[in-house]
Antibody, heavy 118, light 110 residues
Framework: QLQLQESGPGLVKPSETLSLTCTVS??????????WGWIRQPPGKGLAWIGS???????YHNPSLKSRVTVSIDRSNNQFSLKLSSVTAADTAVYYC??????????WGQGTLVTVSS | QSALTQPRSVSGSPGQSVTISCTGT?????????VSWYQQHPGKAPKLMIY???ERPSGVPDRFSASKSGNTASLSISGLQAEDEADYYC??????????FGTGTKVTVL
């Protein structure tokens, strides 16, 4: 059974860079059949797509975040990562990593809360 | 890229049917047959319920069905059960490998 697990600091200071890693187990991240992505959910609010990456390294970002978002992949460790720079309180959210098959997100991590505060 | 519009809440009694709408534009919902729906219980990760407008993944009850007309997609739940009480989100492909989610709908079982 495929499993995804987010990891990273739960507290980030304003103007700094948020860094999260998603570890994939029970399957390979190097499959040509899937994309991998990040989705976030501010407390009490809805879901928002952040960005996606293909095993070959092609990346795609939400236009509203593009200049601050970096998504990368580490095939040797079956992981992919998110970096979000110049964070503010508005970036406080539960961050999910997920697998995209076709046009839908079929496997999700449990989510990790990241709070931006000094 | 604006969020797709969903009603804030819908409700129904056990056994009844409810329908949730998801309105976008010709650049997302109306432009592609790539709408998916997710169920999210409090404190849990979203769960895929519908993909490609109206397809159900294995294990999802056939009480859940979905369709699309123009720029609006819809999710219907028939034979409402207590366990269906949750938040529901639509998601659409929006071109150039980008995706947009809906604002979310809280389904209450009375």
């Amino acid at each position: 059974q495929l499993q995804l697990q987010e990891s990273g600091p739960g507290l980030v200071k304003p103007s700094e860079t948020l860094s999260l890693t998603c570890t994939v187990s029970g399957g390979t991240i190097s499959s040509s059949s899937y994309y991998w992505g990040w989705i976030r959910q501010p407390p009490g609010k809805g879901l928002a797509w952040i960005g996606s990456i293909y095993y070959g390294g092609s990346t795609y970002h939400n236009p509203s975040l593009k200049s601050r978002v970096t998504v990368s992949i580490d095939r040797s460790n079956n992981q992919f990562s998110l970096k979000l720079s110049s964070v503010t309180a508005a970036d406080t959210a539960v961050y999910y990593c997920a697998r995209r098959m076709g046009s839908s997100w079929d496997y999700w991590g449990q989510g990790t809360l990241v709070t931006v505060s000094s | 890229q604006s969020a797709l519009t969903q009603p804030r809440s819908v409700s129904g009694s056990p056994g009844q049917s409810v329908t949730i709408s998801c309105t976008g534009t010709s650049s997302d919902v109306g432009g592609y047959n790539y709408v998916s729906w997710y169920q999210q219980h409090p404190g849990k990760a979203p769960k895929l319920m519908i993909y490609d407008v109206g397809e159900r993944p294995s294990g999802v009850p056939d009480r859940f069905s979905a369709s699309k007309s123009g720029n609006t997609a819809s999710l219907s739940i028939s034979g409402l059960q207590a366990e269906d009480e949750a938040d529901y989100y639509c998601c659409s492909y929006a071109g150039t490998y980008t995706y947009v989610f809906g604002t979310g709908t809280k389904v209450t079982v009375l």
